[in-house]
C-alpha cells in the first residue's frame, strides 16, 4: 500500500533551520505532486508549499516565500522542505501529501495519500 513518511522535525530557536523530509512507497513517485501542509495547535491545516511532477514548478504560500525551499529527488522517492529563518508562527506538525494532478494543489482535499506528520516546534 502507499505510504509516505515524513522526518526531520524538532525544536530550534527562531532564525534557526530544519530539513523535513517525505519519503513515498507503494506509488510511481515521479507522477505524483507533493504537497506540504501544517496544523498548528486549534487552528486549521494550512498549505504551505507544492512540488510538481517537474522539479520545475514550485508553489509557495506568502508567509513561507523566501524562507522555505521544497525540492524532490525521484532516485530516493523523496520530497524536503528546508526551512530557514524559521519564526515562532511556524510551530505547527508538518504533513506531506500527494496527488496525481500535475502541479499539485493547494487544497487538500486534492490530494490523494497523506503522511502522518512530523512535529515542528520553533522557539522564540
Known amino acids: 500500500q502507499v505510504q509516505l513518511v515524513e522526518s526531520g522535525g524538532g525544536l530550534v530557536q527562531a532564525g534557526g533551520s530544519l530539513r523535513l523530509s517525505c519519503t513515498a512507497s507503494?506509488?510511481?513517485?515521479?507522477?505524483?505532486?507533493i504537497g506540504w501542509f501544517r496544523q498548528a495547535p486549534g487552528k486549521e491545516r494550512e498549505f504551505v508549499a507544492v512540488?510538481?511532477?517537474?522539479?520545475?514548478?514550485?508553489y509557495y504560500t506568502d508567509s513561507v516565500k523566501g524562507r522555505f525551499t521544497v525540492s524532490r529527488d525521484n532516485a530516493k522517492n523523496t520530497v524536503y522542505l528546508q526551512m530557514n529563518s524559521l519564526k515562532p508562527e511556524d510551530t505547527a506538525v508538518y504533513y506531506c501529501?500527494?496527488?496525481?494532478?500535475?502541479?499539485?494543489?493547494?487544497?487538500?482535499?486534492?490530494?490523494?495519500?497523506w503522511g502522518q506528520g512530523t512535529q515542528v516546534t520553533v522557539s522564540s
Open positions: 501529501a500527494a496527488s496525481n494532478q500535475k502541479y499539485g494543489s493547494r487544497w487538500s482535499d486534492e490530494y490523494d495519500f
Open positions: 512540488i510538481g511532477w517537474s522539479r520545475g514548478y514550485t
Open positions: 507503494g506509488l510511481t513517485f515521479s507522477n505524483y505532486a
